[in-house]
């Protein structure tokens, strides 16, 4: 019997040259460096990500959990202030908040782009709050004039969680550079990829020399830990293969962007808007199509079936997130369990997202588009 084709959701593009990197450092014996400045390749692919994302500074960490992480701790504030994100994200976004010692509280998204929902951030500011931490979920720019204005009337910073937005942009600026810091990954799955890392950008160079001190555990020079930190450092492996990604960054976005396209094309032509909600595109907003995330307007168990459909025919329609974060055990466990968000669990429960990826064939795209069709006149009805 023959196989289905198989579409993953994402996939890493490594080619000799990150192979080649790989080897030359390992050839070298140094493979990291312990001091808050950071190895030469790490230093570099600072230097250039700075360039591209037009930022004074870049500090690269081997997680993009770990920018998070680094960037609640320069808060400097007391335990428990309270920080506003989204529970409609990866887990990391709250996680590295408690780890730091500080409060997620849960703001609702809106059912455009799925980013945060800027009456009901308004609302849950509170003399606790410390920051807002807007998440381009997907790559979709959050709605950062309103975010921007609301942190200034109440002094509040701005944490911009771009994991999934490197190459996004707002109003003609790249994400991740609009609020106090933004955090990147470079997770296999994600538009370019170190194996594991992350990059904090910010345009206040002392806060860049706190956050270089937190990712050395505290350190200055010696051993004179000054501050709160740990072992959150990129090695030179990683950033190595950064230093090839990058050059390749504007080509994978090109390609994502072309597949987007073209796939949004086709399910309008077939007439699966009828059964989709497709994204909602504004002029001052362009995502990088980390993915292509719609809606099935008709529910979840409607949703589920698709989703079940593709997969068996070999594309990995992925949902991200089925249970927000206020509903998972830990968060129930928390206290955040009784928490209404209505539009965060209407999206969480309706979404489904779709591969754009530069390794994605035209043919592919028919296939998905094709599976969709049958999916639809199964279970539709």
Known sequence: MKMPRSIPINRPIIGEEEVS??????????????????????REFEKQLASYLGVKEVIAVNSGTSALLASYLTLNVKRSSEVLMPSLTFVATANAALLAGLRPVFVDVNLEDYTLDINDLEKKVTRNTVAIVPVHLYGFPAD????????ENNSLKVIEDAAQALGSS?????????????CFSFYPGKIITTGEGGAIATNNLELAEQLKSVRTHGQVKGYDYERLGSNLRMPELEAAIGLVQLKKLNDFLSIRRRNAEYLLRRLE??????QLILPQLKPHKQPNWYLLTVRVEKGQTLRDKVVSYLNSRGIA???YYPT???KTPLYAKLGYGELKLPKTEAVASTVFSLPTH???????????VSALKEAFKHFAN
């Open 324 to 326: 927000p974060l206020h």
């Open 21 to 42: 990197a790989v080897i030359q450092v390992l050839r070298s014996g140094i493979l990291t460096n312990p001091t808050p400045q950071g190895g030469e390749k790490v």
């Open 317 to 319: 329609a992925t949902i």
């Open 269 to 274: 032509e077939e007439k699966l808007g009828d």
């Open 358 to 368: 530069p390794s994605l064939t035209l043919e592919d795209i028919e296939h998905i």
């Open 170 to 182: 707002y109003r003609g600026f790249k994400v991740g550079t609009l609020g106090d810091v933004g």
């Open 144 to 151: 950062m004039d309103e975010v921007l204005k609301i942190a």
